[in-house]
């Protein structure tokens, strides 16, 4: 009865080919011109046919938003969910749904102002989940407020004299939250995002991509110091699994331990072997978490791509185990036996 | 000790109602479960309301810590725990401060006399100890040293005082068991199972009760034996059962009828965890349970997996609702499965969570913004949780919807015989995902369209994984049809009123009249009411007055005969566990004069309020 | 060109209503904006309906993205942007295409003829050029090159082309204006003030006003040119003001007549996020303004600031209700005042967030677990909400409960021009905070109760920091009287009737009957339907008809006279945006059959419709 | 107007002494016996008279659970919310407050689980709260339900298989999510409940502390491996500021860095000079983060004692000088002239 989903779902075998204009649907997309939106949908439109998947077994999840608009443009099933929402709806998906290759869009508003506590149990759990948060540093859908990324002191409608809170690190609360899969990328570079979020459709369990977004109405420039391509650079320093972490033109600066975390230097002071060596893999968070720190915000050497990417089960899996296991150790449940287990009598 | 059932020497009666009361500590839950489970086999039909203490343990000894369990056992199909108990177990002085008010005059008082010491009596709020003076003298008073007779009876075995003392409720079971000629074997049997590996307790607990039982064969407790007799019942299999198994296993059996896999995301919350705790266990039936982080994240994951082609469930209790709604909002829009069981409890807030009530029905009918109508449907005992769990389910798969089932903590934790029903007996519920396209577009390309109607107005739920049919949809008003999203605003019209006409259109039995024929005054009620209503109405019935009453399982849509039965009757009642709201739902759609019945303290009603109230409203 | 606001020329009509259509990039709303500032500054009367585009930019020419501004325009008192505009002016084809429908048969149509090129027809969706073909006939068609013809004007300035196009809107305004005999100053002032230190943008903007007052001076448009003669108005200060600034003003308001600080916590939410920025803006009222992290958060914050002593406001839309309703019971439990603003929209779930609707009454009213009564006030029109406002803080801190505001997105963004009161005749809100003991213990020791009540069966209230009377309160029901925690069944009984009783006694004032005395059918509104409502029962009572109208402002608890006024008429009518939610309160509490006549297609009624209505309702 | 409240507070001037029944309440407290809320409870009432406060300016916010009744037993201005509110109420009244002490007190459910967002969000800001999350690893009011704090595996009656999900570690997510004040301590230790108190009461901002409890009924002993009095020695590492991190009957052992982190070292193998000097001051939190991930459980070392504790603006004051400064400048506000603020004409 309850075995299996009596859905058509697909055969196995081989997903047919797509190319890009499979993936798109025949809504017309939405965004302000010049929204750095496009260029993740573009990342995603150009990643998927290459990773060989089915549409119909690909699903978009996302709560409310500009970036939350993103699920309609997909020619793949979508739901465009409530404000902060997406990841508890998407965790009901998962569990019951491990045959599909879910992924969760929103923004900073979305998934660290109301829908913070939903990621962070996403994250903790583990639950098999490409979660992209498209960080503009404001509240876009909305005419332009202040988020929980925003840099302190910002002006804003809602903030006339400067919004006085600091803001949330999405790549430390991440590690905070225990997350195995965290990185970031910006919408300045398609292949790099194109690359992150491939790392992050091949991890099991939840993968956490922070994605620098500029919205050129309500924030415009916001991540530029660090994303123009003149300046990426110096200021970008991408993290590369087993690699030293070195950056600049010449590749002349690096990161390098210091007491209590990690530093920029100048390869010329420290020679080479002081150069730290990334490793993703590491079980211990920490340096992934000292990392997270190099930059306060977009406008100092800021680390994009993989910090994390550690094994851990995922929560659907272990869940569905247990069902497998029972049903396997006492048999499929019978309902009629179910009523009678309880002390019975007869009249 | 014999096991007759109905010794020679005993009277008879038609009913007894019994309390158990006593300290948190002393396992009066227990003893009252043992002694129903014990007259279910006899075969007697009965009604149990448990009563906890408020949810932290309070001081041993203290009022606040009293837990006290009632049962009926009757020789006939009764309908309620009871109005006043016939006989109170007072374990300690504190459960006969709180209790004995409830009481029969008349009715026989059984107190644990060694707990009625100094320090016991303080904590009461007693300032002499009442078994002395003449307090207690207009009722059958047995005072027996129940504890020093079980550390007594249990020294030889080698028990230690202390644990000894743990057995004393076992005495006052073998003691009650005696009085109402109960059987002993299945308790001993039960003893056996519950504590098996632990012998000393075994024991200790077999040995009490044979004391208590053996006290009331010595002691001249001057106590007439007393048996009820069987109750005629149809024949079948019984089980005890309770509202909240019986919900759970509801729940299991849609998800077998529909052959869907369930899906139940929850946070615990009193008085509806227990469904949780039992959900857990069945997974054998591919049952999956997700203890949420909140009720947002229980309702969303529930939605989700609904999406997956499962059928979602969430469980909860009033402030659980409140926190899910801007989600069941969505459901209402997306037009999913979904179904929301509410364990009603005392509000407003926290309120009172151990107590029962039942005034979340507007809430469910209209705690939403914008017009979201969904179907609310409710149980009327502990056993018809488990049809009405089914039928939750039956109109969510069926018309794709979240549907409202109200339940509160009377069911919850009161139980009572449940016939059980034959498993091929139960309707099939059948679910169809859409596995084709459904639409031609102008180009005379065929596409799938999520929100093309059938003739019920219901929309094709396609779940992802299905080859072909990708589709889009979410909260924003979306074109009927294509399901795209639509700012017109003459579409927008369409879609509110089209929600609006699917719900109402739901299909549900009508409303069945029973009592007097050309009754004067309707009694209508729902949910948990139904028992004290039923026999409330059967009395004032049977004493010769022209009363009926109608009981509403299905709250949003009414059934279509009922608004016919209301202007049959001059006088129509509504009692509630709330100020009146099923009440003002029947004025403002029938405007019919309904006369709301309010009772918010926390407690059922009872059969004698209803009986008053009715005779009341005959007398106008 | 002269500044005479009454040209000789000119003919006078009593009224107008004119709809700015074209691009989200087209400036529109500033348009509309400055037409009427120009009207109000003249002294007409006037009411206005802006319409955004639904919130994501739409692509450039697209259906879409069409933005427009409705106002009417009339020398005498008026109360809605009016039922179908006189003239239309289309900046590009899609404004023609989705608005053409809408203006009166014969009207004037004014269009940019630049903007109909081959690439904006067919993203508008027309396959030949309307301004060739014949479907226009039934208009007064004016067809001006505005984008070239500013082009034009500016190119002398130095003012890019591109740049230039970008003053095309004041083009409009000033054919327009030409038309409708506006005064021109206050628009050149107004351009210096808005774009100071842009002196480019100056220029182009005054140059483009001037051609277009020039076309229509010059152009043989065949358009007489018009007047609508000031409004007799009450003498005073006026500005124009929309329903959010008012309302946030009212709140200021309220904190300096209560002498208590006020405090928002808000989270951004379309149509009410505009409360949040404005009230941003007066830190020199001593208001903090707080932009929490969710709505939960937001309504908690508030809940903490009035406990401290504060005026606690929440401002957000139906689905921020939705989420904040457990902490909104939580503030019934606790008996704190709070003002809970909802500006209405579009539902349900995200629905149509730019959309109006009024379907959240019965949330308000209900959509919360277990008894959970609190005051419910709407406003009627954009200045209205000034006074609302007060009126709901006065409610809450007179009588230490949350009250619920209604207003909509239609209030919300509509003007009117507000005859601005004089400060000191506002009421004061009297509030007293408690600083003694007030009750005597078993001991005779003197003690602060929070729950002892006064004649009003209102609490008093000791914020922290107030010495000794330091004390506990919670969301688990109380003991009247002390507030200890209290699980006492009648105690609890009592408690939801006192709850419900200190609301219902709440002191609102009567309702005033308007129209015919003997009339026949009575149309009863609340909310944004006044306007309307009032104008289609001018039209039918000045018909001769009898007819009459209430308006409630209080919703919660109902004047004393309703029940009593609804008894008087025949035919109750209950225009509202939703499915019939007033009415079904009217027809539970008065027994009376009360018809709704529902409207909910994002758009306000009209005075037409109200007519029609009202017409037929008398016709049955 | 409006500048100040006229609620009657205290007048200025030193507080009366108090001894500890002055912060009892007459309310019978009903933890179960045994439980470790008690201590909490006396730790707090022997320190408020030290700290010289007075009882009308003290408050007690909290949420629901066993933990969340604490309120009603202190003899001071107290409220008992809703389940995981607590710090959104709490901010509110900081805000408009700020001459109160407030303290927040709940479960790991109320604030971790359902109040995970209110919680973290309070950190970021830096709300000044004196947070206390009384761990005890269960929902102690709901009867036994595994907790976010419950260790993998937990076999609870909503997890009869085992609870599959990994735990949050507070201290990991406090430090992510921004706090300026992090600590932990446990219930079997008066002492150094205490002084763990007075340290977040005398920190200026949010100080959350993270507090070990035995639930005796659903969860007795889970953290007995280290809390018992035998065990301390041995599984106890206190941080104290300034101080070279070692622990052991003999202090024998101690904490040293590494590569990426933190580890557990014997003096006898690597030297007194290798063990690292507590710094609670340090900017960067990366120490404070590995040192949180030292222990993955309350079953070896776990370091307890204040793991960060540095100076960032309070948000209340952030928000309250704005108003100031406004007010300074451009005067008090004029409603009369606000209404006058658009333009105007006259009839
Ligand atoms: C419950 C609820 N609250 C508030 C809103 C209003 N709202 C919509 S999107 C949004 C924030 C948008 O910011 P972000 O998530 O950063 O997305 P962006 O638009 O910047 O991509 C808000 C506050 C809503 N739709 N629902
Ligand atoms: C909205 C809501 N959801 C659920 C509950 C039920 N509830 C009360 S306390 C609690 C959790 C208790 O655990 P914790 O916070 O760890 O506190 P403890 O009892 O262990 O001290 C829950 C789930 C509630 N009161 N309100
Ligand atoms: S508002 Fe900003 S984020 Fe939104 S679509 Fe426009 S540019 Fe993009
Ligand atoms: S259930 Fe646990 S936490 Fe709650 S009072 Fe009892 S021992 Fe303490
Ligand atoms: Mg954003
Ligand atoms: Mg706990």
Chains 1, 4 share one sequence.
């Not at chain 1, 977004?213 to 110091?225: E, H, W």
């Not at chain 2, 022209?546 to 016919?564: D, I």
Request: glycine share 10%; with cysteine; charged share 20%.
């Amino acid at each position: 009865m309850t075995d299996a989903l009596n859905v058509a779902t697909t055969d196995v075998g081989e997903a047919p080919e797509t190319s890009r204009s499979d993936w798109q649907s025949d809504q017309e997309v939405r965004w302000c011109p010049g929204c750095g939106d496009y260029s993740v949908l573009t990342a995603i439109q150009l990643l998927l046919p290459e990773l060989g998947v089915r549409r119909e077994n690909t699903v978009f999840i996302s709560g409310i938003g500009c970036a939350a608009r993103f699920p309609y443009y997909m020619d793949t099933y979508g739901v465009h969910t409530i404000h902060g929402r997406s990841p508890a709806f998407a965790t009901g998906l998962a569990m019951a749904r491990p045959d599909l290759d879910i992924w969760v869009i929103g923004g900073d508003g979305d998934m660290l102002s109301i829908g913070g506590n939903h990621l962070i149990h996403a994250l903790r759990r583990n639950i098999n989940l490409n979660i992209l948060l498209i960080n503009n540093q404001i509240y876009g859908l909305t005419k332009g407020q202040y988020s929980p990324t925003s840099e302190t002191g910002k002006v804003t409608k809602s903030s006339p004299m400067g919004a006085t809170p600091r803001p949330f690190n999405p790549v430390s609360v991440a590690l905070g939250a225990e997350a195995s899969f965290v990185a970031r990328t910006h919408d300045m570079d398609r292949k790099h995002m194109q690359e992150t979020f491939r790392r992050a459709y091949l991890h099991d369990g939840a993968a956490f991509v922070e994605v620098y977004q500029n919205c050129n109405v309500f924030n415009d420039g916001a991540f530029g110091a660090i994303t123009k391509k003149d300046a990426r650079d110096d200021m970008l320093i991408d993290l590369i699994h087993g690699e030293p972490i070195r950056f600049g033109t010449e590749g002349e600066r690096g990161v390098a331990r210091r007491e209590g975390g990690v530093q920029i230097v100048d390869l010329a002071d420290v020679g080479e072997d002081a150069i730290l060596v990334h490793d993703e893999l590491l079980t211990d968070p920490s340096t992934a978490f000292s990392l997270s720190r190099l930059a306060e915000g977009p406008h100092t050497p800021t680390p994009i791509g993989v910090f994390r990417a550690c094994k851990r089960d995922e929560y659907g899996r272990a869940v569905a185990d247990q069902i497998a296991n029972v049903t396997a150790s006492r048999g499929k449940g019978d309902l009629s036996a179910l009523l009678r287990s309880l002390p019975t009598w007869e009249v | 000790m014999t096991d007759t059932a109905a010794p020679p020497d005993a009277v008879s009666v038609d009913k007894v109602i019994i309390r158990f009361a006593g300290d948190s500590g002393d396992g009066m839950q227990l003893t009252g479960d043992r002694f129903t489970s014990a007259s279910a086999l006899f075969g007697n039909d009965l009604a149990t309301l448990p009563e906890y203490p408020a949810e932290i343990r309070a001081p041993a000894g203290s009022l606040a810590g009293v837990s006290a369990f009632q049962v009926q056992v009757s020789d006939h199909d009764i309908m309620t725990p009871g109005d006043a108990p016939d006989v109170l177990v007072a374990m300690n002085p504190a459960a006969l401060k709180s209790d004995l008010h409830m009481l029969v005059p008349g009715g026989t008082l059984i107190v644990n006399a060694d707990a009625f010491d100094e320090r016991n009596l303080v904590k009461a709020g007693y300032e002499t100890n009442p078994l002395d003076g003449s307090d207690l003298d207009g009722y059958m008073l047995i005072t027996a040293p129940m504890t020093s007779l079980t550390k007594e009876v249990c020294k030889d075995l080698g028990v230690k005082p202390r644990d000894a003392e743990r057995s004393k409720n076992f005495f006052a079971l073998g003691l009650v068991s005696w009085m109402y000629s109960r059987p002993t074997e299945p308790t001993m049997e039960w003893i056996d199972t519950k504590f098996a590996g632990r012998d000393l307790i075994i024991a200790a607990n077999k040995a009490a009760y044979r004391a208590g039982h053996a006290f009331g064969e010595t002691a001249e407790i001057g106590h007439q034996r007393v048996v009820v007799p069987a109750a005629p019942q149809q024949p079948g299999t019984y089980t005890n059962i309770n509202g909240n198994t019986a919900l759970a296993w509801g729940l299991v059996a849609a998800g077998e009828l529909s052959g869907l896999p369930v899906f139940l995301g929850s946070y615990p919350i009193t008085p509806a965890t227990d469904i949780l705790h039992e959900l857990s266990k069945h997974k054998s039936f591919g049952v999956t349970t997700f203890q949420a982080e909140d009720e947002i994240a229980a309702v969303g994951s529930a939605l989700g997996a609904s999406y997956g082609g499962y059928l979602g469930v969430t469980t909860t209790s009033g402030p659980g609702v409140a926190l899910k709604s801007e989600t069941i909002s969505l459901a209402v829009s997306l037009e999913l499965p979904l179904v929301i069981v509410d364990i009603q409890r005392g509000g407003p807030s926290t309120g009172l969570p151990t107590k029962t009530e039942a005034a979340d029905l507007l809430m469910a009918m209209y705690g939403r913004h914008g017009e979201a109508p969904l179907p609310v449907v409710a149980a009327c005992t502990p056993a018809d949780c488990f049809d009405v769990a089914i039928e939750a389910a039956r109109i969510a798969l069926t018309y794709h919807t979240p549907v409202i089932l109200l339940s509160d903590g009377y069911l919850a934790n009161g139980s009572e015989p449940w016939r059980l029903p034959e498993v091929d007996s139960l309707a099939p519920i059948p679910v169809e995902f859409a596995t084709e396209f459904n639409h031609t577009n102008a180009d005379g390309e065929p596409e799938y369209w999520p929100f093309l109607r059938d003739e019920n107005l219901v929309r094709p739920l396609a779940p992802p994984g299905t080859p072909g049919l990708m589709h889009r949809i979410g909260g924003i008003e979306k074109q009927d049809g294509s399901g795209n999203v639509s700012y017109d605003t003459e579409n927008h019209g369409h879609m509110v009123a089209v929600r609006a006409e699917r719900i109402s259109q739901i299909e549900v039995p009508d409303v069945e009249v029973i009592g007097h024929p050309e009754a004067d005054v309707l009694v209508v009620g729902w949910g948990s009411t139904w028992g004290a209503i039923t026999g409330g109405v059967r009395r004032v019935v049977n004493a010769g007055h022209k009363v009926a009453q109608v009981h509403l399982t299905h709250l949003n849509p009414f059934p279509k005969n009922l608004g016919e039965v209301l202007a049959r009757h001059k006088t129509v009642l509504v009692p509630e566990m709330n100020l009146g709201q099923l009440a003002k739902m029947i004025r403002a759609e029938y405007l019919v004069d309904a006369q709301a019945i309010g009772k918010v303290t926390g407690q059922p009603f009872t059969a004698g309020e209803i009986e008053q109230v009715t005779l009341g409203a005959l007398d106008d």
